[in-house]
């Protein structure tokens, strides 16, 4: 909770251990520090999700894939290898419905990723870490009250912002505290 002076706020202060060099969780994922012992990935707003670059080149590098499939075939037809020609067509049809579903599965994902933004953001923007208890809290206990791991933290957020089928399956599984509700925005896991 934030102790107050005469000029106003001075900080937040753990409510478990007492800490005074609380930090929002958006300072500490931004620490170098927490980068390199994976406290960021923990405590991660969102998961990861491939740029609309991203999905452009894998769909010209797909194609290209193709073609390469296509020049075989061709290739079988001009000097008379039915093989070349069948294992050809095989792999550009191959490639060019694994191209498609790649992207494609791309594209949900950031959709998925965008669609809940907003709710993710209401739950993590407010959160603080402390790092001598590594604990995770809000302020007042708004959005939420009590302490939870950055486990918790990210199962929590993830699972409210509908990211929850992302989620590695060890966090997927872990309990939350009692009276930290799931589902209150009713669009979990889903666009």
């Known amino acids: ?10 900080g937040v202060i753990c409510p478990s251990c007492g800490e005074s ?17 994976g406290l960021s990935d923990r405590l991660a707003k969102a998961p990861g999700v491939t740029s609309g670059f991203d999905g452009c080149l894998h769909f010209v590098e797909g194609m290209l894939m193709v073609g390469v499939g296509a020049a075989l075939a061709y290739s079988g ?3 008379d290898k039915p093989l070349y020609t069948i294992g050809g067509a ?10 498609i579903l790649v992207v494609r599965g791309e594209t949900r994902e950031r959709d998925v990723v965008n669609a809940g933004e907003h709710r993710a953001d209401r739950l993590w923007r407010p959160a603080h870490y402390c790092s001598g208890c590594a604990s995770v809290f809000c302020p007042g206990g708004s959005p939420w009250e009590g302490l939870l791991t950055p486990e918790q933290f990210q199962k929590y957020v993830w699972t ?13 599984d872990l309990e939350l505290p009692p009276g930290i509700r799931t589902g209150t925005e009713g669009a979990q896991d889903h666009v």
């Open 1 to 10: 909770m934030p102790t107050e002076s005469a000029h106003g706020p001075v």
């Open 160 to 172: 409210e912002a509908g990211y929850g089928k992302q989620l590695d399956p060890a966090v997927g």
């Open 90 to 99: 095989l792999l550009a049809v191959l490639l060019f419905v694994g191209t």
């Open 77 to 79: 037809v001009d000097n």
């Open 21 to 37: 060099t609380v930090r929002t969780v958006e300072e500490s994922c931004a620490d170098e520090a927490s980068v390199r012992d």
